[in-house]
């Protein structure tokens, strides 16, 4: 199973309110 | 770890080329840089570094424990903080996680017998942690009063 990475974290965070999950935030320097 | 993610979080990947202003808003300071979020955007945990996969998810369950040990969640909180702990014994996590779960257990029964007990087993298991020197108080003085 592949990960879905979102983008944005403002929209994850919006979509969190909606599901009722935490947000992961993966702030990396490789490429995405 | 993917199915893991995917049932427990929305998960953000924030490259630096791309995302500047979002390292700058959180404060970033080193990469990877990993964070636990609510769904009102408030912050409960971050690490930093690269780990193996049993590692990051002892990381993941600790930092979820920290959501709910936060939100007054002490089962919940308990169950993850143990679990982190369970993930790979030989790390600092493991004590660590058992300081967490035994504080969350004391908070949900004011019982000092949970950190009496935590204090005994982490000075045998885990000596060399900090989190031995820290339940020194509970095995030597007595835990605090409810």
Request: no cysteine.
């Amino acid at each position: 199973m592949a990960v879905d990475w979102r983008k944005d974290a403002d929209a994850a965070i919006a979509e969190a309110k909606t599901n009722g999950k935490l947000v992961l935030l993966d702030f990396s320097a490789a490429p995405a | 770890v993917s199915e893991y993610i995917a049932q427990n979080f929305i998960p953000v990947k924030l490259n630096i080329k791309d995302s500047r202003a979002a390292w700058h808003r959180f404060e970033v300071q080193w990469s990877p840089t990993i964070m636990i979020l609510d769904s009102d955007g408030k912050e409960h945990f971050r690490y930093e570094g690269f780990l193996p996969p049993a590692n990051f998810l002892a990381e993941l369950d600790f930092g979820r424990g920290r959501v709910a040990f936060h939100r007054k969640q002490w089962d919940e909180a308990t169950s993850l903080f143990n679990s982190a702990a369970a993930r790979d014994t030989k790390t600092e996590m493991a004590a660590e996680g058992a300081y967490w779960a035994a504080v969350a257990q004391y908070q949900k029964t004011h019982d000092p017998s949970a950190l009496k007990n935590w204090g005994k087993r982490i000075a045998a298991e885990y000596p060399n942690t900090t989190w031995a020197r820290r339940a020194l108080v509970y095995t030597t003085e007595g835990a605090p009063k409810a």
